[in-house]
């Protein structure tokens, strides 16, 4: 999945999400052309980065061939707010849940970046990876969270414990 239909899936599956109540583009510029802003029922925010990594032997240059397989079944939503606040570690399993249970047959497998699926040390940057029938990837690396009433701050990768 390319970047620009990952973002927009990525979009659409969060709108319909519980605890999500809005889900948005975000870019910062060239930098990053392509994102999510995620805000939550709670008014907590979340920002992240989409980015995608071709399949094995593909080039950019090349047309999109989706592949699909059959879809994941529906896995259980974990809670955002376990002790009041949601926080990276949350963040990470729940959106993986949500991306999960989409019903898209081009996903094999999603993750968070901290769950230990895809590494042994622990991550520097929250995130959640989606693994395509492809071969392809997609990620969302969180870039800024803010608790409710709060904004995006200045700082890259400025996550709170909470949120």
Request: aromatic share 10%.
């Amino acid at each position: 999945m390319r970047p620009q239909r990952f973002q927009d899936f990525v979009i659409k599956t969060l709108a319909k999400a519980p605890d999500v109540q809005n889900a948005e583009a975000w870019q910062d510029g060239n930098r990053r052309p392509y994102g999510v802003h995620v805000a939550f029922s709670s008014g907590a925010q979340l920002w992240a980065t989409v980015a995608c990594q071709m399949p094995p032997g593909h080039s950019w240059d090349e047309p999109e061939v989706p592949v699909t397989g059959e879809p994941l079944a529906d896995a259980p939503v974990p809670d955002l707010y376990e002790g009041g606040k949601a926080s990276p570690l949350r963040a990470e399993a729940y959106l993986a849940a949500v991306l999960a249970n989409s019903g898209s047959a081009e996903i094999e497998r999603t993750y968070g970046y901290s769950d230990g699926a895809t590494t042994t040390r622990p991550t520097a940057h929250p995130g959640v990876g989606v693994v395509f029938h492809s071969g392809g990837k997609g990620f969302l690396l969180f870039e800024q969270a803010a608790r409710a009433g709060q904004g995006k701050g200045s700082r890259a990768f400025d996550l709170q414990d909470a949120f």
